[in-house]
């Protein structure tokens, strides 16, 4: 393995996730108590939509996450072709699924946003329509780190489809805008604006700094495991070299 | 293309050739973009019905998607082949830029699979009950968008290039990147309002296809190849 | 507030928010313990132990 050399101290990284994680966990667990008063029990229904306005403060915080998480992936993408640094195959490794979870989350949420409020379960709305594309975009990343076996091969293949989805995403958008534009609908669709009232303002900055700190917790021991993956694979590499009898263990277990 | 009248360099001009000949051969998929197109266009009918006026509207739709799946078809082979039989390693260690290698297989990919299907567009075209403007409009669409798929194709297959079953995922990886030169090409096609503007936007995505995706895909081949 | 007609939508969008953020916190966790277990039947079997690999 070419890439064990340029290990980039992971122990020294796992300390600071055995530091950090007890804080980042606290601060969520405190964000999304107040948040969720905030936005279940304190905020006023709006005056038009009545209580579904409560579903925007999950809905808009994981669109958020959704673009959050993809430039996050971004700049570990640069960090592994650049620097071809593991510690940076592990953050967009780690990050994937966390957000195509949190991609799915708007989805759902939207949709079940739209039924009361358009009367109906999707609405190709452009909005609605671009964190879709996302969705399939996270998904591709997902199904490649899936299907390629090598690691580090695995982590530099990923990147380049990341950072050339990253030129897309801002097409993709344009073009969908466009699209949805030409085929005019009848969507009455007003959200936010400049004239958001503050008792909405507030559960949506806490319940968006919530999923960011729930995110950033479950990130770091995300990117653990994926250190504590590696050492399990080498180790068993050099138990399969050594000619132990490691063979069984390493078919019954993918090196993945 | 014969060595002394081209304008590429020879090292190039060659492997034209050489995927040229190869694609003509039985084996090759160029033929086999051409009927599976043709295959698409004509179930559609069946699924939506023989209403001739309502294949005419959805037609450019239907002629687009069909291009679309018939460029993704032959894709996954465009480095396979050339990593089977080890051409991939001398691309690799060759002194002739892998970018030029790649756009020169681009260029012959869409040789072979595109432009076939710019050609009998009009005529499928006509099996769907398009009027004459609707057929230009789908023809001079495809002319100019199908050189884009085929490139953001080939970011997919260099980057499925060692996997032994990466045709679907291919596809997975590129049909959404491949959006924005739908709704544009279809936009352009269907002429529903100006012609010119989806037209000049899909010129343009076209340029920055050609412009970045050699480089995404050589960098992908290099690191695949490793 | 519960006197909303669209109140179970509410309701289903929370839900189904604590379950994928659930099955996010369980899956990474559940993904800890696995490896950890591993690492140390590996380490035993190596007779590598962890420290050895922390340099």
Redesign the interface.
């Known amino acids: 393995m070419r890439t064990m050399p340029n290990y980039a101290n992971p122990a020294d990284f796992l300390r600071l996730v055995r530091v950090a994680v007890p804080g980042t966990t606290a601060i969520t667990a405190i964000l999304f108590g107040i948040g969720l008063y905030l936005a279940l029990l304190d905020s006023p229904p709006d005056y038009q939509q009545g209580e579904t306005v409560r579903i925007m403060y999950l809905h808009v915080p994981s669109a958020w996450m959704a673009m959050f998480i993809y430039v996050v992936m971004s700049s570990a993408a640069f960090g592994t072709l650049v620097w071809r640094h593991p510690l940076a195959d592990a953050v967009q490794k780690s990050a994937a699924p966390l957000g195509t979870s949190f991609t799915f989350l708007c989805l759902v949420t939207g949709s079940l946003w739209g039924k009361p409020e358009w009367g109906t379960w999707w609405v190709w709305d452009a909005r609605l329509t671009s964190v879709f594309v996302l969705f399939l975009i996270y998904l591709g990343i997902v199904a490649l780190w899936q299907v390629i076996e090598d690691p580090g091969k695995a982590a530099r293949l990923v990147a380049i489809f990341t950072l050339v989805g990253a030129v897309n995403i801002p097409i993709i958008k344009f073009s969908v805008d466009w699209w949805n534009t030409l085929h005019q609908s009848a969507s009455v669709f007003r959200m936010g604006g400049p004239t958001i009232a503050m008792s909405m303002l507030l559960p949506l900055i806490f319940m968006t700094f919530s999923f960011t700190f729930l995110f950033v917790t479950l990130h770091l021991l995300a990117i653990r495991n994926e250190i504590l993956r590696r050492r399990v694979r080498r180790l068993s590499m050099l138990a399969a070299s050594a000619g132990e009898a490691e063979v069984p263990v390493i078919f019954a277990e993918p090196a993945e | 293309m014969k060595q002394n009248g081209a304008p590429l360099p020879s090292p190039l001009g060659a492997l034209l050739v050489r995927d040229l000949k190869i694609g003509r051969r039985i084996g090759g998929a160029a033929s086999m973009g051409v009927l599976f197109f043709l295959c698409l266009v004509a179930i559609t009918p069946f699924a939506v019905g023989p209403d001739l006026a309502l294949l005419a509207r959805i037609g450019p739709a239907i002629l687009w998607i069909a291009a679309l799946l018939a460029t993704l078809l032959g894709l996954d082979r465009l480095f396979q082949a050339d990593a089977e039989d080890g051409s991939l390693d001398l691309f690799l260690m060759s002194d002739t830029p892998l970018e030029l290698i790649v756009l020169v297989k681009c260029l012959a990919h869409w040789l072979l699979t595109g432009l076939p299907l710019v050609i009998a567009s009009p005529f499928f075209g006509l099996m769907l009950g398009l009027d004459a403007r609707a057929l230009e409009g789908v023809a001079a669409s495809l002319l100019v968008g199908t050189p884009a798929l085929t490139l953001i194709g080939a970011i997919g297959a260099a980057l499925t290039v060692s996997l032994r079953r990466g045709g679907l995922l291919l596809a997975i990886l590129i049909l959404p990147l491949a959006i924005p030169i739908l709704i544009f090409g279809v936009a352009a096609a269907s002429g529903a309002m100006a012609f010119l503007t989806p037209f000049l936007v899909l010129c343009g995505l076209t340029l920055a296809a050609l412009a970045l995706t050699p480089f995404a895909a050589a960098l992908a081949l290099r690191n695949g190849a490793e | ?1 519960t006197g ?4 179970g ?2 309701i ?3 839900l ?2 604590l379950a ?2 659930a ?3 369980v ?3 559940a ?2 313990a696995g ?2 277990k ?2 140390e ?3 035993a ?2 007779g ?1 132990g962890l420290d050895a ?3």
């Open positions: 507030m909303d007609p669209h109140f939508f509410v289903a969008a929370y189904v928010a994928v953020i099955a996010m916190i899956a990474t966790l993904d800890y490896l950890k591993r690492l039947r590996l380490a079997r190596t590598r690999e922390r340099k």
